[in-house]
C-alpha cells in the first residue's frame, strides 16, 4: 500500500501560536517515562517551556498518575523490564482515562526486545501521537504488516511511511528529520525550522516527544499539538544556534529560548506548509 | 493541636558563614540515594560547593556506604523496588553508625507508593532533616495522625506544618517556598533569599536536600546545618540570576556560583529572621 | 613484583592527531552501559567529539548490541542487579564478536560488590582498555593477588600498579590523575593537560572512558586509543578553563571545545612524554 502524499496542510502559523498560548495560559501536568540518558533534560525542557514534568515511571504508581495527568510520554529510550511495566500499566489507565499519550519508539527496528515492546504498547492503547525518526517509524509499521514502504532515503518516503503508520494506529504520526512530518493519515503538515545541532545533543529527539505531550494536554487536535511541539522547540532552536559556539552552549541557550518565546514568534517564523 | 508560632530565630548570618567555612574546610562524602532525573545535577550541586558526592543506591552496597559516609540523603523522587530496598538498607545502617541522614520526600502525598515508603523510612530511623515543599510536609505530618493542619495555603500554615512534624519526629523540618522555613519544634529560622528560576530548573529542591546533607556532616546543630544549606543555594541564585536570561544560563551559573559564593558572602547577604 | 618503569613512550602527539583524524571520518557507535548519574552527559561528550552513543544497558539487549557496536564501555557507576546482569552477557558478546570493550571500574576498592563485578568481568573477556584512578587500578591489581603495589601516593607509584595490571590482564590500563599514565605493560605513555576543574565535574573520569571506547573502535592499538581519548579531553580542558568562571561554565564550554578541536590541535598541543 504506497500512498500518494497528496494530502496538505491546512494548518497556519497562528494556530500553532493558539496552541503556545493555551499552553502557557493552563500549563500541563505531563508524566514522563523515559529513558535515564535524558529524564532531567525533558524535565528541563518541559519547565522551560512552561509546563509541569512528573517523572512516575515506576509500576506501583504511574497507572495512577496517568488517570490524574494532562499527558503521558512513553519513551523506549532504556527501558528495563521494571520501568517497561510500568509503561503497560500507565498507557492501560491513560486509556480509561482519556489522557493522551505519546509513544517515543527509540530505536526500534534496531532492537528486538524494545521493538515488540512498542508493538505491545499500540496493541494495548492508542496513542495519540506516535514520534520517531524515519527508521523507527518504518520499524513499527512494517512490523504491522510491512506493506509497501522499505525504505526511507528520501523525505517523501519518510511521509508515506508516516502516513502508513497512521492509517494503521489511527493516531497521529510524526517523522523528525530536516524536514519535519506530521500526519494523521489525511492531512500532513511540513515543518522546516531547526538546526543541525539539535542532533548533537543528546534527547533533542525526546525532548520533541515530550513536548507533544505537554501540548496533547491543552489541544485537542494531536496534529496541531505535534506540529506546535515542533515548532516550539525547532524556532527555539534557530534562536539558540545563532548564539553558540558548539553544542554545549547550545544546549543551556536552547532552554532560555524555550522560556522566552512567545506565540507571535512561532506566528512570524514557523515554516510550515 | 494547632501551634502558635512564636518562636523565633536565634541564628545569625554568621552562624551560616562559619557552617560553610567548616564545610570547605573538611569537604564531607555524602551519600545520595536520589532520583535518576537529577543526580547528574545533584552530584554537580555538591561539587561546585566542595562536597563530595557518592551516588551509592543499591541493596548490596548502600548499607555499608550509610555507615562510612558523612551524610547520607534519601530522596524518594524516583523509586522502584530495587532502590527502595536500599533506602531501607541505607536509613538502618545510617542510625546504627549515628550517620545524619535527610529525607527528601519528593511528592509524598500526591503518590500513594512512596508516600507509605516515606512513613516506612521514618519510622525506621529519625533524619536529622526532612526537607520538602508545604504539601510534602503536610502529608507527612497528616499520615501520622493528621492532627488539625489542614492547609498550607500562607507562610504561617507552613510553618505550623512544620513545627508539628518536628514535634512528631523530633527531626529538623526544612519547608521550602518563597519564603523558607526550618524548625526543630522550638526554634523558627525563615530564609528570604533566592529567586522564582529555582522553581523552572528540575532539581531546585532535591539540590537543597544534598546540601543539607553534606552540611549535617560538618555541623552538630541540624537546624544550622539546614539553614546553611538553603542559605548557600539562595544566595548563590541570588548571584546567578543577575546573569542569566532564563533557565538554562541560570542552572549554569548557579554552579559556578556554588563554587565562587564565600563565608563572607552568607554573612552579608542572607536574610535571616 | 615491582617494576621497574623505564618503559617510555613511542608515541607522538602526530600519532593522537591521525587518532582523532580516523574518529571524525569513521564515526563510532559505541554503546555505553554506565551509570545514571552521568548518562546523560557521557552522550553528549560522545556526540560533542563525532561519535554515536547508544545507552543499551538492559539485559534484553546488550549482549546483541555489543556484537555490532564498535566500542563498549562497562562503567560501574551504579551498578544494580538489572544492569550487572547486563554488562556480563555484553562483555561476552563483545568478546565473540570481537569488540573492543572498556572497563571502568568507578569506586573498586572502596566497595565490596561493585569490586568483586569488575573482577568477574576482567575474567569472563579481556578489555581492551581498563581506566580508572590510582586507587581503583591498585584494588583491582591487588585483588588478583596484590603483589607488592601498596600504595599509590606517588606519580610514581601509580605508574607501577597500571604496568602490573596490565601484565595480569594483557590490557592496556589507564591510570588517570594530574599526570594521566598509560601503558600495556611494555609501552609507558605519560600526559600532562588537563585543569582541575575536571574533578569539579561529575563525570570527567566517565567520559574518558566513554572516549577511550570510541577510538579504541576506530584505532587498533588500544595504548594510542587510550592516549588520544586522554589527550582529546584534557586538551579541551585546557581550552574550555580559559573562558570559564566555575565548573558550570567550564562543563558548557567543554563540549563546545570538543566539537571544535581539530587533529592539528592535538599535535600541537598535547604534552607526551
Redesign the interface.
Given at each position: 500500500m504506497v500512498h500518494t502524499v497528496s494530502a496538505t496542510s491546512t494548518l497556519t502559523p497562528q494556530d500553532l501560536a493558539d496552541a503556545l498560548t493555551a499552553l502557557r495560559e493552563r500549563p500541563p501536568l505531563v508524566q514522563c517515562l523515559t529513558?535515564?540518558?535524558?529524564?532531567?533534560?525533558t524535565?528541563?525542557v518541559l519547565?522551560?517551556v512552561g509546563a509541569a514534568?512528573?517523572?512516575?515511571?515506576?509500576p506501583?504508581?504511574s497507572g495512577?498518575?496517568a488517570a490524574i495527568a494532562g499527558g503521558v510520554l512513553v519513551n523506549l529510550?532504556?527501558?528495563?523490564?521494571?520501568?517497561a511495566h510500568a509503561m503497560h500499566l500507565a498507557v492501560a489507565d491513560a486509556k480509561l482515562a482519556g489522557t493522551p499519550w505519546v509513544l517515543d519508539p527509540v530505536?526500534a527496528g534496531a532492537?528486538?526486545?524494545?521493538t515488540s515492546l512498542a508493538q505491545q504498547l499500540l496493541r494495548e492503547a492508542r496513542p495519540a501521537i506516535v514520534r520517531g525518526n524515519a527508521s523507527e517509524i518504518l520499524a513499527l509499521a512494517g512490523g504491522a504488516g510491512g506493506r509497501g514502504v522499505e525504505s526511507v532515503d528520501s523525505p517523501e518516503a519518510a511521509a508515506q511511511v508516516a502516513m502508513v503508520l497512521a492509517d494503521q494506529q489511527q493516531s497521529v504520526v510524526a517523522v523528525s528529520g530536516p524536514t519535519d512530518h506530521i500526519t494523521d493519515g489525511r492531512r500532513m503538515v511540513r515543518l522546516t525550522n531547526g538546526h543541525p545541532w539539535l542532533?548533537?545533543?543528546?534527547?533533542g529527539g525526546c525532548a520533541l516527544g515530550a513536548l507533544m505531550a505537554a501540548f496533547a494536554a491543552v489541544v485537542p487536535d494531536a496534529v496541531v499539538a505535534a506540529a506546535a511541539a515542533t515548532a516550539t522547540l525547532t524556532v527555539a532552536a534557530d534562536s539558540a544556534a545563532r548564539q553558540?559556539?558548539?553544542?554545549?552552549?547550545f544546549?543551556?541557550?536552547?532552554?532560555?529560548?524555550?522560556?522566552?518565546i512567545e506565540p507571535a514568534d512561532l506566528a512570524e517564523r514557523a515554516r510550515i506548509s
Amino acid at each position: 500500500m504506497v500512498h500518494t502524499v497528496s494530502a496538505t496542510s491546512t494548518l497556519t502559523p497562528q494556530d500553532l501560536a493558539d496552541a503556545l498560548t493555551a499552553l502557557r495560559e493552563r500549563p500541563p501536568l505531563v508524566q514522563c517515562l523515559t529513558n535515564v540518558v535524558v529524564a532531567g533534560w525533558t524535565a528541563n525542557v518541559l519547565l522551560a517551556v512552561g509546563a509541569a514534568p512528573a517523572m512516575v515511571d515506576n509500576p506501583h504508581e504511574s497507572g495512577d498518575f496517568a488517570a490524574i495527568a494532562g499527558g503521558v510520554l512513553v519513551n523506549l529510550g532504556t527501558p528495563y523490564d521494571d520501568t517497561a511495566h510500568a509503561m503497560h500499566l500507565a498507557v492501560a489507565d491513560a486509556k480509561l482515562a482519556g489522557t493522551p499519550w505519546v509513544l517515543d519508539p527509540v530505536a526500534a527496528g534496531a532492537l528486538a526486545w524494545r521493538t515488540s515492546l512498542a508493538q505491545q504498547l499500540l496493541r494495548e492503547a492508542r496513542p495519540a501521537i506516535v514520534r520517531g525518526n524515519a527508521s523507527e517509524i518504518l520499524a513499527l509499521a512494517g512490523g504491522a504488516g510491512g506493506r509497501g514502504v522499505e525504505s526511507v532515503d528520501s523525505p517523501e518516503a519518510a511521509a508515506q511511511v508516516a502516513m502508513v503508520l497512521a492509517d494503521q494506529q489511527q493516531s497521529v504520526v510524526a517523522v523528525s528529520g530536516p524536514t519535519d512530518h506530521i500526519t494523521d493519515g489525511r492531512r500532513m503538515v511540513r515543518l522546516t525550522n531547526g538546526h543541525p545541532w539539535l542532533t548533537r545533543v543528546t534527547g533533542g529527539g525526546c525532548a520533541l516527544g515530550a513536548l507533544m505531550a505537554a501540548f496533547a494536554a491543552v489541544v485537542p487536535d494531536a496534529v496541531v499539538a505535534a506540529a506546535a511541539a515542533t515548532a516550539t522547540l525547532t524556532v527555539a532552536a534557530d534562536s539558540a544556534a545563532r548564539q553558540s559556539r558548539g553544542p554545549g552552549s547550545f544546549a543551556v541557550a536552547l532552554l532560555d529560548e524555550l522560556t522566552l518565546i512567545e506565540p507571535a514568534d512561532l506566528a512570524e517564523r514557523a515554516r510550515i506548509s
